[in-house]
């Protein structure tokens, strides 16, 4: 089967190879575990974990990389003048009265649990930025050595008209690029250009307060050491190379990472491995909240935790999630979300019904199951087109296969879908049983004692008639509503 990706650096779609048969090197550029990630960041992570489901339902090896950045994001960094505003980590710190450190941890140990609730399956590694200082320092020292970054007292920059490539994922011209940057708030006289972006901050200047600095070997009139800390971008190039080596196959983030972030690990990496650094790029589009963009101060900044106080189960923000494509925007309203729970909760009350009818395995498909998995693998081969796939799950429920079929397709497409959906337990407690279908069971009951087989049988058709299903197992009588 030929997947293809739509990658953005040629902006088409492209058949995937890759750099090594069956095997995935993917970087996905994780949170800054500065606070509570919104249910925006989630569906990105979430997104990113259908790419890895993909490749590992096609039987590939994967090397998954989902970074922490737990210092050197800058307030500014999305926007414009990368080099502006304050440490994200700093400001959370100061604001909550404890250490950096402590803050990403609780951040950290917030969004596992947010991960793990939406059945996130867990990457290879997960490193922390704070651990691969040394490294960091490594390769800007190689970006000093190969002229392609310099030092300020206030920084060591990257040097973008030393990289002829560098709008080439983007697409943007880089002369407008310049003239806009101009104007944002270049606050080193000595930056050459407001396109240079830092790969190493001094703890000098605004950042003389610093919480998190280390020592290298930069040199700067105004701190001893050459104590800093590590620019945003550097830290990404360096986690990849150091957990994947210098070539990648698929590096993905969200969109507003185009201009900026990935542009500048391109920058970086290349001229330091003299490698093409990412063979495939993914960007997944954002999500809105009522039409708008979501925004912590109108309120509409949800958190998982506050999808669960509505009521909500994290699976069916799962679901609602694979209702949109990745490069396509999804708008959140609370009633969106209540359809997917409705739809959720049929379709697992629709395979509860079908677990009933499902002893024996079935050793060869019919070809209506087949045509049914042809079809859910050409929707992942399409550019991971998850909203077919589920699709064709709905599809596979109401076909003509027989149940079994039924059953191990939906447990097969699960794999990639991640509903739980061999965890489905439609069991109806007999506390919930009406009345008068207990008192059928229970005469059946009788009937069966006095070994009246044809008794119990007409009164377990009363019961199917009623829309009720009777399973008897080691454990008693389970009773399904049909
Ligand atoms: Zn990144």
């Known amino acids: 089967m030929k997947l293809k990706i739509y990658n953005t650096l040629s902006r088409k779609l492209e058949e995937f190879i890759p750099i090594e048969a069956n095997k995935l090197r993917f970087y996905h550029c994780g949170p800054t575990v500065y606070w509570a990630q919104h249910i925006g960041n989630l569906r990105g992570m979430t997104m990113g974990d259908l790419v890895v489901r993909t490749f590992k339902y096609l039987n590939y090896e994967t090397l998954h990389v989902r970074n922490y950045t737990d210092v050197g994001h800058l307030t500014g960094d999305n926007i414009g003048d990368a080099d502006s505003g304050e440490d994200r980590m700093e400001k959370s710190a100061r604001a909550q009265k404890l250490s950096p450190d402590i803050i990403a941890q609780k951040y950290i140990d917030q969004f596992e649990e947010d991960t793990k609730a939406i059945n996130l399956l867990e990457p290879t590694h997960k490193p922390r930025a704070t651990e691969y200082i040394p490294q960091m320092v490594e390769m800007t020292q190689t970006l000093?050595?190969?002229?392609?970054?310099?030092?300020?007292?206030?920084?060591?920059?990257?040097?973008?008209?030393?990289?002829?490539?560098?709008?080439?994922?983007?697409?943007?011209?880089?002369?407008?690029?310049?003239?806009?940057?101009?104007?944002?708030?270049?606050?080193?006289?000595?930056?050459?250009?407001?396109?240079?972006?830092?790969?190493?901050?001094?703890?000098?200047?605004?950042?003389k307060n610093s919480l998190q600095s280390w020592p290298s070997p930069f040199k700067s009139k105004l701190v001893k050491k050459g104590r800093g800390f590590p620019g945003w971008h550097i830290e990404c190039s360096v986690m990849s190379k150091t957990l994947l080596g210098d070539a990648l196959d698929a590096h993905m983030g969200g969109v507003e990472h185009i201009p900026i972030h990935h542009t500048n690990e391109i920058a970086q990496s290349e001229s330091a491995n003299n490698k093409k650094f990412v063979n495939y790029w993914l960007h997944n589009e954002h999500l809105l909240v009522n039409d708008k963009k979501m925004a912590?101060?109108?309120?509409?900044?949800?958190?998982?935790?506050?999808?669960?106080?509505?009521?909500?189960?994290?699976l069916t923000l799962r679901y609602f999630f694979l209702t949109a494509h990745y490069r396509s925007k999804q708008n959140f309203t609370w009633e969106a979300l209540k359809?997917?729970?409705?739809?959720?909760?049929?379709?697992?009350?629709?395979?509860?019904?079908?677990?009933?009818?499902?002893?024996?395995?079935?050793?060869?498909?019919?070809?209506?199951?087949?045509?049914?998995?042809?079809?859910?693998?050409?929707?992942?081969?399409?550019?991971?087109?998850?909203?077919q796939a589920l699709a064709t799950a709905w599809e596979t429920l109401k076909s003509e296969a027989m149940p079994q079929e039924k059953l191990q397709l939906l447990f097969e497409f699960d794999k990639v879908l991640g509903l739980k959906l061999n965890e489905t337990?439609?069991?109806?407690?007999?506390?919930d049983t009406p009345e008068n279908i207990k008192s059928l069971i229970a005469k059946r009951e009788q009937a069966r004692k006095n070994k009246d087989f044809k008794k119990s049988d007409d009164l377990r058709k009363q019961v199917e008639n009623l829309g009720f299903e009777l399973q008897d197992t080691p454990d008693g009588i389970r009773i399904y509503k049909k």
Not at 162 to 176: A, H, I, M, R, V
Not at 303 to 311: D, P, R
Not at 366 to 379: D, G, H, R, V, Y
């Open 339 to 387: 359809n997917a729970q409705a739809s959720l909760e049929e379709m697992k009350n629709k395979i509860a019904t079908l677990m009933l009818f499902t002893k024996e395995q079935q050793a060869e498909r019919s070809e209506a199951a087949l045509a049914l998995k042809q079809k859910f693998e050409n929707a992942l081969a399409d550019d991971f087109s998850i909203p």
């Open 296 to 314: 912590k101060s109108e309120g509409t900044g949800y958190s998982l935790q506050e999808i669960m106080e509505h009521g909500f189960d994290p």
């Open 425 to 431: 337990n439609a069991r109806q407690t007999l506390s």
């Open 144 to 207: 000093i050595e190969k002229g392609f970054a310099y030092e300020t007292d206030l920084a060591v920059y990257f040097d973008v008209k030393k990289f002829p490539d560098y709008t080439k994922l983007s697409g943007q011209n880089l002369e407008k690029m310049q003239k806009d940057a101009g104007k944002g708030d270049v606050s080193d006289a000595q930056k050459k250009s407001p396109l240079d972006f830092a790969l190493w901050f001094f703890k000098a200047g605004v950042h």
